[in-house]
């Protein structure tokens, strides 16, 4: 009688083919929330059927979105496709389907909704600026960290494709030894009397989180220490340069929130940076954002795009003379960078990222720790306006 000998079956793999991951959205009604994160970033991931980690996992995502309003959550549902929407975020937060609670609300909103996501042990994505005050910001980011929480925040404007190339210019010594940026922001806010505001009214009242500083400093802190250094003082000045405006309903009200900001920043390593920000300049720039960075061996202009160079080897040498018309055209000895790659959407980018470091388990220095910062410095920025002085910034860290 011959013997039967039967195989083992090989092991089932550790991870699926493709995991799915549950994404509670809160906030997709709002412009940023739907546009950037919901249509630009998730749903266009979950289009292309998921994206593959460095590690050959293949993950894709399912939205459940989140709101005050029924109706518009299903409207938004309806247009994409999305069989989940609630407007019960508590019972959202307790469904252990959904893995990361992701935040788009309005400030003052985003500090109870995290406590709550923490609270839950949810992975946490959100938006800036994670609290109203540093000290809720801090004690949000050791809550985290308490309860084992991976956060991300949304550093979206260092994967533009202009900054992405200027930190090519930073890391292959293009500029030398860095000596300053320079940094302009803005365009016309309309008032919202005989056209209508391009920009929510709450941004124009300090009672409801609103003011360019708030908005813009957080993204300033981000972009000025992972590039050039952390941020050792600031020195600005806020205005409210147009008190008069109309809301949604074209009913007038009293602008509390400064629509301008002129802010000088020091960094480390000695880099002097200065960046202004308005919602009330008309633009005169190839870009509504563009930095200037001079350095010992060369300089570089960027804005969201666009980025252009010009060597100390190829530098003019102009003489000031008041009495002549200078005929010399400046534009001309500047080089524009090469688009060497297809960049994607920041937002989407950052998005992608995150889930890699969720799925991997790796580190993730874009946290809540780094959004505190960011609500540091506008803190500091306003007490400096309001105190008419130069505030130094303490060092943040988690305990």
Not at 49 to 65: C, F, H, N, R
Not at 86 to 93: E, F, H, P, R, V
Not at 187 to 216: C, H, K, L
Request: negative net charge.
């Amino acid at each position: 009688m011959s013997e039967t000998t039967t195989l083992a079956a090989p092991a089932a793999s550790t991870r699926p083919d493709i995991r799915e991951i549950g994404i509670i959205m809160n906030g997709v009604s709002g412009r940023m929330g739907y546009r950037q994160h919901l249509v630009r970033s998730i749903l266009a991931i979950r289009e292309q059927g998921g994206i593959e980690l460095s590690d050959g996992t293949k993950v894709t995502v399912k939205p459940l979105l989140v709101g005050r309003s029924e109706g518009k959550l299903a409207e938004i549902a309806a247009q994409h496709g999305i069989e989940d929407y609630t407007t019960d975020l508590d019972a959202a937060l307790a469904d252990p389907r959904w893995e990361i609670y992701a935040d788009f609300l309005v400030t003052k909103a985003r500090a109870s909704a995290l406590r709550k996501a923490i609270a839950a042990g949810k992975t946490i994505y959100t938006e800036k600026p994670t609290a109203e005050s540093v000290e809720e910001a801090l004690e949000l980011a050791n809550l985290a960290a308490a309860a084992g929480v991976k956060t991300g925040v949304v550093h979206d404007k260092l994967y533009l494709p202009g900054l992405l190339k200027l930190r090519r210019l930073i890391d292959s010594g293009f500029f030398g030894r860095i000596l300053s940026v320079r940094g302009e922001f803005g365009y016309w806010v309309f008032e919202g009397d005989w056209q209508p505001a391009q920009r929510p009214s709450w941004n124009y009242r300090t009672e409801d989180g609103g003011g360019i500083i708030v908005d813009m400093f957080p993204h300033w802190n981000y972009i000025l220490e992972n590039l050039f250094g952390g941020v050792k003082s600031v020195y600005a000045q806020a205005a409210v340069h147009i008190a008069d405006r109309w809301d949604e309903k074209g009913e007038h009200y009293d602008a509390t929130a400064e629509d301008a900001a002129y802010g000088v920043f020091e960094l480390d390593g000695g880099v002097i940076a200065q960046i202004n920000s308005s919602w009330t300049t008309r633009v005169d720039r190839d870009e509504l954002v563009e930095f200037h960075v001079d350095g010992t061996h060369g300089s570089a202009v960027v804005g969201l795009f666009g980025a252009k160079i010009q060597h100390r080897n190829a530098t003019p040498k102009p003489v000031w003379n008041p009495d002549l018309a200078d005929e010399h055209d400046y534009d001309a000895d500047w080089a524009a960078v090469p688009t060497n790659e297809v960049f994607q959407n920041g937002f989407r980018q950052q998005w992608e990222e995150f889930l890699e470091s969720y799925v991997l388990e790796t580190p993730y220095e874009y946290d809540l720790l780094a959004g505190a910062r960011g609500v540091l410095l506008a803190e500091a920025g306003l007490a400096s306006s309001r105190e008419g002085r130069k505030v130094e910034l303490p060092t943040l860290s988690l305990g």
